[in-house]
T-cell receptor, first 115, second 111 residues
Framework: AQSVTQLGSHVSVSEGALVLLRCNYS??????LFWYVQYPNQGLQLLLK??????LVKGINGFEAEFKKSETSFHLTKPSAHMSDAAEYFC?????????????FGKGTKLSVIP | NAGVMQNPRHLVRRRGQEARLRCSPM?????VYWYRQLPEEGLKFMVY????????ESGMPKERFSAEFPKEGPSILRIQQVVRGDSAAYFC?????????FGPGTRLLVL
């Protein structure tokens, strides 16, 4: 069965510092991988996705993620945190070829940005 | 192009009542998914539908929950005889294929 593990339920960074949110997945077949962001009392907004093209994926708001098959990881990074990045971030996976495109989510990481 | 629309945004029901949650997908999207977000449990898949068909309902509770996506109109998630444990945020997503775009959610509170 597929699963997604996000290390760290809470991450705090200073404004201007590097943001690194970790995501590892388990899958025996090539997955589709996604990062979503959720602001309080809102829906999920797609940040970026990996669908078997380039392994380094650039998304919105300056975020990017790198797919590393050998490490089964898809960590999210941003060089310089902004106050507006404070939100909850979810990593998710779809197992390609399974017939259903249901997303399996990690438990989420709440990012706090300290002024 | 309007995004995924859900209504109502907030819904309060008493135990034993019915809850109906509506989702209008983005224009051109034929796939609809429902997810539930419970505190401390994260987001869980419930059901995947295409027009007039349920494709995957492996995440749906066996009783009281049903979903439909008729030929005309929005997708409906229906919860009969609600209990307090049904209190959660319910999100709908639509997609043309694998990439899903989420609505703002319906927050259900059962008193």
């Amino acid at each position: 069965a597929q699963s997604v593990t996000q290390l760290g339920s809470h991450v705090s960074v200073s404004e201007g510092a590097l943001v690194l949110l970790r995501c590892n997945y388990s899958s025996s077949v090539p997955p589709y991988l996604f990062w979503y962001v959720q602001y309080p009392n809102q829906g999920l907004q797609l940040l970026l996705k990996y669908t078997s093209a380039a392994t380094l994926v650039k998304g919105i708001n300056g975020f990017e993620a790198e797919f590393k098959k050998s490490e089964t990881s898809f960590h999210l990074t941003k060089p310089s945190a902004h106050m507006s990045d404070a939100a909850e971030y979810f990593c998710a996976v779809i197992i390609s070829g399974a017939g259903s495109y249901q997303l399996t989510f990690g438990k989420g990481t709440k990012l706090s940005v300290i002024p | 192009n309007a995004g995924v629309m859900q209504n109502p945004r907030h819904l309060v029901r008493r135990r034993g009542q019915e809850a109906r949650l509506r989702c209008s997908p983005m224009k051109g999207h034929s796939h609809v998914y429902w997810y539930r977000q419970l505190p401390e449990e994260g987001l869980k898949f419930m059901v995947y539908l295409q027009k007039e068909n349920i494709i995957d309902e492996s995440g749906m509770p066996k009783e009281r929950f049903s979903a439909e996506f008729p030929k005309e109109g929005p997708s409906i998630l229906r919860i009969q005889q609600v209990v307090r444990g049904d209190s959660a945020a319910y999100f709908c997503a639509s997609s043309p294929k694998e990439t899903q775009y989420f609505g703002p959610g319906t927050r259900l509170l059962v008193l």
